[in-house]
């Protein structure tokens, strides 16, 4: 196990640069997460640490070790990737092995490390079979057990569950969060699905067009988003932004374009007049007498909750609640946003105020 | 086949008095006899009955311009015991597989070459091709200016760089003129070799590389382990194919060479079109052509077998 330190790491492709200075520390035995949207560099990132892409400036450490120009085989490292990535024409157990077979380790070494790695992983049963006779999560945890059996200072997981079924994610994703608990390797783990994110991870890393937008605790990266970007990427569904000004003077409240007041707890000083965009989560708004008027376009019962999409003008607001309420399409309903739950930002940075 | 069974006339009482006709008319397997018939009677014609003709003419005596009569073995009695026939089953051998060996030696490495990033990559892929797209026979004319006796640019070079002192008799020795026609197969084999060869190495998932890569695995480990094993389905067919057009080649030798010097360079290919077209001896060449058979299934046998082992390609023991 160590602990991993990016520093202002760039990269380009010809004159093209898809990451601008990225800095991460992982401490030791962390669960870290790299999540964003599609081209936001979180892939190539993880690929720059397993040593599979070159730094174009900065530095990645492994340990205390910088590991620049150390091949990738000297770096220590486990990579599952999304594809899986299994040789096709090993059996099971000849998968999982053969990174020990390379080392000219022992045969029964090598068939006690496996084994050991397969009963973790409950893959005993099948350690004789191909890949092509085991179904997608069986061949992902056979990944994740070529893995494991290596015991290398950091696992890299390349978004290893976006080929499984929807049942199955949850189910692996519960797995491989066990299997860290169990083994506490350092983690990094990449992938674009915020929920991945926020149930596995002890540090979520947003990445955005080739920088940081922000790091921090996935409960923090909820509750306290350092820009709307970070604002709108977490939670589902997202947050819903409305435009307005910032009114300060005595009670401070957002005064939308189309005059409703949106209530805030407290606005920074001296801004009274500042155009501000006005972030509200939809779990976050009630059903009310007084508050936003809006009109109920569709409403979508999951069971557990019940999401609303309504309009105010032409703008689109999402609210959920737990609890059940008689609304029909076409209602004029009041929500009223929880003030002390509001975020605001500002209208042009993005930035939190 | 709900849909024949409400398409059918009310007045129909029982379903078992449709004609046979009827049956065989919208039975799925019956359709898709009629849809193979046109391939079926097509490779009847062109394949199964010159071929059937070709092994009953090695038992007559059928000469151009004459009915044969039925001699059993009399012209593979003849042939075992001629010399003649034996050097060229020695020649095709020696000439199949010194050729594929090599073709498929540098087909691997082109393929390996031409499957790495570079510059104008398509372009040198087209270009590897030339040899193959160039009609055999002028090909073959080519090569021999570039054999001729005299005026050898091979031997003109070599005698302007003072390696040699005299003209390489490149067609007229026995050894040499072997060399010249395996050379020339394998220039003309290569490129088929290299781009099917290429094609297999692009189905193999790059993420596998990565994936050794990580575990640790060295280039030729990686080869060794990842490309070599992963190829050979490929490699299986392409030198089977390979194999079966170097064994049963003719035009090449016969532009260069005509079997010559001393019969040197005669294959089975060659020897059978002396003895049955240009000696009118139809049934000793068709004899000399059907021996080729033997050969030719063992090849495939070979690559069949092969094929048949390698389980991870079949994944239907799913239990």
Known sequence: MASVQISDVRKSFGGFEVLHGVTVPIEDGAFVVLVGPSGCGKSTLLRMLAGLENITSGTISIGDRVVNNVQPKERDIAMVFQNYALYPHMTVAQNMGFSLKLRKAGHADITERVRKAADILDLAPLLDRYPRQLSGGQRQRVAMGRAIVRDPQVFLFDEPLSNLDAKLRVAMRTEIKELHQRLKTTTVYVTHDQIEAMTMADKIVVMHDGIVEQIGAPLDLYDRPDNQFVAGFIGSPAMNFISGHLKSGGQPYVETDNGSRLPVANAPSASDGRPVTYGIRPEHLDIADDGIEVEVAVVEPTGSETQIVARIGTQEIIAVFRDRHEVEPGDRIHLRPRANLAHLFDKDTGRRL | ?319
Do not use: C
């Open chain 2, 1 to 319: 086949m709900t849909t024949i069974q409400t398409s059918m006339p009310p007045t129909t009482a029982h379903a078992d008095t449709r004609s046979l006709w009827e049956r065989v008319r919208v039975n799925r397997n019956w359709l898709a006899l009629w849809f193979m018939l046109p391939a079926a009677a097509f490779l009847l014609l062109f394949l199964a009955y010159p071929l059937g003709l070709g092994v009953w003419m090695s038992f007559t005596d059928l000469r151009i311009g004459r009915g044969g009569n039925f001699i059993g073995f009399e012209n593979y009695e003849w042939l075992w015991s001629d010399s003649i026939f034996w050097l060229s089953v020695f020649n095709t051998l020696l000439y199949t597989l010194i050729a594929s060996a090599i073709k498929f030696a540098i087909g691997l490495y082109l393929a390996l070459l031409l499957n790495r990033h570079m510059p104008f990559k398509a372009m040198i892929r087209a270009v590897v091709l030339i040899p193959f797209i160039v009609p055999t026979v002028l090909s073959a004319i080519a090569f021999w200016w570039i054999y001729d006796a005299q005026f050898s640019i091979v031997s003109w070079s070599l005698i302007k760089l003072g390696l040699i002192s005299q003209n390489i008799n490149f067609l007229g020795d026995s050894d040499w003129a072997r060399a010249s026609v395996i050379f020339a197969n394998i220039w003309r084999g290569v490129p088929f070799v290299a781009i099917t060869l290429l094609a297999g190495l692009q189905t193999v998932s790059p993420s596998l590389y990565e994936a050794a890569t990580l575990d640790g695995a060295t280039n030729w480990q990686r080869f060794r382990y990842i490309t070599y094993p992963l190829l050979t389905p490929i490699i299986a067919v392409v030198m089977t194919f390979s194999v079966l057009f170097t064994f049963t080649d003719f035009q090449l030798v016969w532009a260069l060479t005509r079997g010559g010097p001393v019969n040197a360079t005669h294959l089975m290919a060659t020897l059978s079109y002396q003895r049955g077209i240009l000696s009118g001896r139809l049934g000793e060449g068709a004899a000399i052509a059907t021996a080729m058979i033997p050969f030719l299934l063992a090849a495939i046998a070979i690559s069949w077998f092969g094929m048949q082992r390698r389980k991870w390609q079949q994944g239907t023991d799913n239990d």
